[in-house]
């Protein structure tokens, strides 16, 4: 009997468990523009929450007007708070296997925004504001 209900007590935290580090794996904020030739820009924080002095990965895709995915383009993020001047936050995103990889860090808590910026061979600079609302201190 009660080892009945200490396999019990086990086997559910055992799947709690599994269905927090599941969440957490699947988290992410994830924010959309479109581009203006067409097609658009997916911006995702591999996180469900921004905090600040945190290393934080985030992945570009580009997704042309066709549906192709754009492989050719040199990508950066300017991380900047629409309230004050702070020092350049210019993290890039380099290509691998599908969308662009960066690490971004948040050096204040408060209001951010990321101006994605794509230039890509024969075309002119495009550049995109992705608002992220507050961002909380660590
Ligand atoms: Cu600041």
């Known amino acids: 009997m009660r080892n009945d209900l200490f396999r019990t007590t086990l086997v559910t935290l055992f799947f709690c468990c599994l269905l927090s580090l599941s969440a957490s794996a699947f988290a992410e904020i ?3 523009k479109a581009m203006p030739e ?6 995702a924080f ?3 929450r921004l905090l600040t002095m945190t ?6 895709e580009l997704i042309g ?6 492989a050719d383009a040199a990508v950066s993020l300017h991380l900047m ?3 004050m001047a702070m020092p350049p936050n210019r993290p890039k ?7 662009y990889h960066g690490q971004a860090v948040f050096t204040m808590g408060g209001e951010w925004n990321a101006i994605m910026l794509i230039q890509r061979p024969g075309h002119d600079l495009v550049d995109l504001t992705f ?8």
């Open 30 to 32: 994830r924010l959309e």
């Open 38 to 43: 067409g097609g658009k820009a997916v911006l």
């Open 46 to 48: 591999d996180t469900d």
């Open 55 to 60: 290393e934080t990965p985030f992945t570009v």
């Open 65 to 70: 007007g066709t549906g192709k995915i754009l």
């Open 81 to 83: 708070m629409p309230a």
């Open 93 to 99: 995103a380099l290509w691998l296997e599908g969308a």
């Open 131 to 138: 608002k992220l609302g507050e961002i909380q201190m660590k």
